[in-house]
């Protein structure tokens, strides 16, 4: 049974770069036709996609945060990572990742991990 893990920092200052990491566990994240997606809901908002990391190594953000966005992996970890820079107030959400599996859509999440955005 495959398990995703987020863990980020909680807190971010304004014009910072904010870093959250998954690692799963009972999957590979080179597993053919999967990727792995980060997911964020803003507060009284509905879920936004901001990208993702396909077993290639390939990835594809969402064009509004794209020029902000960056996901990477450490496949002898198992882990991925988003990176958000220049964060404001307006990025303060619980963020998700998820694995997306062909055909199926994103079948399995993590519990998600609260960042606000503050000084």
């Known amino acids: 049974q495959v398990q995703l893990q987020e863990s980020g920092p909680g807190l971010v200052k304004p014009s910072q770069t904010l870093s959250i990491t998954c690692t799963v566990s009972?999957?590979?994240?080179?597993?053919?036709?999967?990727?792995w997606s980060w997911i964020r809901q803003p507060p009284g908002k509905g879920l936004e996609w901001i990208g993702y990391?396909?077993?290639?190594?390939?990835?594809y953000t969402s064009p509004s945060l794209r020029s902000r966005t960056s996901i990477s992996r450490d496949t002898s970890k198992n882990q991925f990572t988003l990176q958000l820079s220049s964060v404001s107030p307006e990025d303060t959400a619980v963020y998700y990742c998820a694995r997306k599996v062909a055909f199926l859509g994103h079948n399995s999440w993590g519990q998600g991990t609260q960042v606000t955005v503050s000084s």
């Open positions: 009972g999957d590979s994240i080179t597993t053919n036709g999967h990727a």
């Open positions: 990391i396909v077993h290639s190594g390939n990835t």
